[in-house]
């Protein structure tokens, strides 16, 4: 039995959280946390960003978040975390 890299564990289990229907509060804070999370990667923040922009307004809590300065320095993050504002704020 081999190793299993633990971001894509993290990947596995933020696409399972896309699958929570209606999703709750738990995960929308869980999402909120993998962008916070300074040991989380691009991938990562990526899905969660937009895990939080499919929920849409339901997810207003992350919206402080995704505004992040941080992310402007990556065209394909800002892009995503634009999206996800802007389904949230519906």
Not at 43 to 55: D, M, Q, Y
Not at 68 to 79: G, H, L, Q, R, T
């Amino acid at each position: 039995m081999g190793t299993t890299d633990p971001h894509s564990l993290r990947l596995n289990a933020l696409s399972a959280l896309q699958e929570i229907a209606p999703p709750d509060e738990e995960v929308i804070r869980a999402l909120i946390d993998v962008i916070r999370d300074e040991k989380s990667n691009r991938s990562e923040r990526l899905t969660a960003a937009e895990a939080l922009g499919n929920i849409g307004p339901p997810a207003k809590a992350a919206l402080p978040y995704l505004s992040d300065p941080m992310f402007e320095a990556d065209a394909v993050i800002a892009n995503v975390t634009r999206q996800a504002r802007s389904k949230i704020g519906r």
